[in-house]
Structures are given as C-alpha cells and as structure tokens.
Nanobody
Framework: VQLQESGPGLVKPSQTLSLTCTVSGGSITTNSLSWNWIRQPPGKGLEWIGSIGSSGSPIYSPSLKSRTSISRDTSKNQVTLQLTSLTPEDTAVYYC?????????WGQGTQVSVSS
C-alpha cells in the first residue's frame, strides 16, 4: 500500500488547511485498517491528529478536535484532512499513514508552513 500526501505548502494564519492522502495498492474500506493523519512540528515529536476507519467514522485527538475534520472519498480512494483557524504553531510536516494488526505504511509527508 502506497500513500501520497498533497496540498498547499504555505497557508496564511486563520485560514483552513486542506490535505489529501491518495492511496494506491489497497482500499481505504479494508476492514481492520485505520487511515491516520500525523504531524511533526520542527524540532518536536510526532503528534497524532486523527483517523478514519473502514466504517467511515472519524476520531480525533482531543487537543485538535475542535479544529479538525477527516473525511474520505471511496470513489477516489482518498482521505482528506481539514484543519481550521491555522496559527504558526500548526507549521509541521504532515503525514498520512495506515496501520492494522501486523501492517503499517506511511506517506513521505508534506511540509506545511503557516505564515503571513
């Protein structure tokens, strides 16, 4: 399974970020796999943002829940992340990843910078 993130590299404060994860070599409706968004701010560790499973119901990190929306397009085999009310603290490399029992795969990540 291959994952590829895409989206804008630069966004302005207060705007909404929209990132797409395009999946190939597997289906996002596969049972027992979750499709996750994770980010890594510069000089910091990985932070899990949220995920969506085969049922299509998303779950979110409590710290980002009020600003996050994760959805999917099964016809395109894509998972989308939207993050609202951006601040410079949202600057990070954003990753799409999938995992399940005995399996995992990550995208290469996409740099997002929030700056005016």
């Amino acid at each position: 399974v291959q994952l590829q993130e895409s989206g804008p590299g630069l966004v302005k404060p207060s705007q909404t970020l929209s990132l797409t994860c395009t999946v190939s070599g597997g289906s996002i409706t596969t049972n027992s796999l979750s499709w996750n968004w994770i980010r890594q701010p510069p000089g910091k560790g990985l932070e899990w943002i949220g995920s969506i499973g085969s049922s299509g119901s998303p779950i979110y990190s409590p710290s980002l829940k009020s600003r996050t929306s994760i959805s999917r397009d099964t016809s395109k085999n894509q998972v989308t992340l939207q993050l609202t009310s951006l601040t410079p603290e949202d600057t990070a490399v954003y990753y799409c990843a999938t995992w399940g029992i005995g399996f995992g795969s990550w995208g290469q990540g996409t740099q997002v910078s929030v700056s005016s």
